[in-house]
């Protein structure tokens, strides 16, 4: 009778096939000029999201803090913040050795906080910001952030494309 209670904590103590990464993200690829983001699992698209929303400034790589340009390059998604002004957000892992050694060739800072977000908390949950936007992030609805924040695990590569 012990062994069978001890089995049954076993059993429900296991983690489940979603936190054990069966099924989660490896890779995320954003098409700026497309504006679309694409997750996939061994090298196969997962989930597709179109429409997105980039800095004021799309075009061309991140030079700067404030110059309101999505950086280009291939990076990671290395922490969630659950707490975020702009419902959820996933940190891109800019800048890094190049983005600051480019940075500071011209004088100034990469600057950081880079995510991958939804709509800013004060809006209501069917609404999206109309125009390109945010300071250099990459904005999804709230739906769209959330079901990335369920796909996409700590230590998962994201290549931005021009």
Not at 73 to 100: C, E, K, M, W
Not at 105 to 112: E, I, M, R
Request: aromatic share 8%; hydrophobic share 40%.
């Amino acid at each position: 009778m012990l062994r069978f209670a001890f089995l049954a904590v076993v059993f429900l103590a296991a983690p489940s096939a979603a936190k054990s990464g069966a099924g989660l993200a490896d890779f995320v690829l954003v098409d700026k000029s497309d504006r679309m983001l694409q997750v996939y699992r061994d090298g196969v698209v997962i989930h597709e999201i179109g429409g997105l929303q980039f800095g004021d400034a799309p075009l061309g790589h991140k030079q700067f803090e404030g110059d309101e340009r999505t950086p280009e390059g291939r990076y990671t998604i290395d922490f969630g913040n659950p707490q975020s002004r702009y419902h959820l957000s996933l940190h891109v892992s800019y800048p890094n050795a190049v983005d600051r050694a480019r940075a500071k060739g011209a004088g100034g800072s990469p600057g950081g906080a880079i995510f991958l977000h939804g709509q800013p908390n004060r809006l209501p949950e069917n609404r999206r910001m109309l125009r390109d936007w945010t300071d250099g992030c990459i904005a999804l609805t709230n739906s769209e952030i959330r079901l990335l924040w369920k796909m996409i695990p700590d230590g998962t590569t994201i290549e931005i494309r021009p």
